[in-house]
């Protein structure tokens, strides 16, 4: 009787062997997905199924990541402190880490509208996943009072991304009823018209200080104006846009 190996496991070790003699490859990514990273793979070396093996190796990528971008001898200091379990506390007495990245948002901290963004992203995919018509979506509560708390930076940042991710999908009319005349379809088109014609790349787009104030660009000023307008009818509009650019890409991503 042979031992038979877990599903994956030959693919993995045949993808390691093939890797073992090919060059390094070149990412270019922003700073705070990086961040993130980071604190994905602290997290992750605390994982019962880790082995102390493996988790010194993502420690040890984690910690070029580190170097590499922590610029602040504060920050520094708080990332440092994710290596080491003494630092760790009883998730009953944690502090909720969306909660920690809305309050640096909310004071201006640009990692906190970095922090901000995927949180928000997160929320509105998971309403899309769930609600098969924008009108379902844009009035579930949580939703809702998401987009109306988060920041104008997190907002108009957003939106632009959206509109940038949309270049490959469009907007997605599936999404509303039929013959509806929605305002924020015709929102949605507009930001979707700025990307498509865009020539440049993402970086020239987004800007090389994205999410900073201002966006670059007729795209990230009409973002800008969008976010940043804080009135009900205003929030429910650019609410609407950001969930009709991002359905085609999660349907796309579901099917």
Do not use: C
């Not at 992750?44 to 001898?73: C, L, N, W, Y």
């Not at 009035?139 to 998401?146: F, K, P, R, T």
């Amino acid at each position: 009787m042979t031992d038979e190996k877990p599903p994956g496991v030959n693919v993995l070790e045949e993808a390691y062997t093939r890797w073992r003699d090919m060059p390094p490859v070149s990412l270019k990514m922003h700073r705070q997905d990086l961040y993130l990273l980071v604190m994905a793979l602290q997290t992750t070396t605390r994982f019962p199924g880790t082995t102390p093996k493996m988790a010194k190796h993502m420690e040890a990528i984690g910690r070029q990541i580190q170097e590499a971008i922590v610029d602040d001898p504060e920050l520094y200091s708080m990332t440092e402190s994710g290596w080491h379990p003494e630092h760790d506390v009883d998730p009953e007495e944690a502090e909720d880490p969306v909660s920690i990245f809305s309050g640096m948002a909310g004071a201006g901290h640009q990692l906190g509208i970095a922090m901000q963004i995927p949180a928000v992203t997160l929320l509105l995919a998971d309403a899309v996943d769930r609600h098969p018509l924008l009108e379902d979506a844009v009035h579930d509560q949580e939703v809702a009072e998401a987009w109306a708390q988060a920041e104008p930076e997190t907002r108009s940042a957003l939106l632009l991304s959206l509109a940038w991710g949309s270049r490959e999908h469009g907007v997605y009319p599936g999404y509303l009823p039929d013959g509806a005349d929605d305002a924020g379809y015709a929102t949605a088109e507009e930001l979707h018209r700025y990307a498509r014609e865009f020539s440049g790349s993402s970086e020239e787009f987004h800007g090389v200080r994205f999410p900073a104030m201002p966006l670059p660009g007729p795209a990230g000023a009409y973002a800008s104006s969008l976010g940043f307008d804080r009135e009900e009818d205003g929030l429910d509009v650019s609410l609407r846009a950001a969930l009709l650019l991002l359905a085609p890409a999660r349907k796309k991503a579901t099917e």
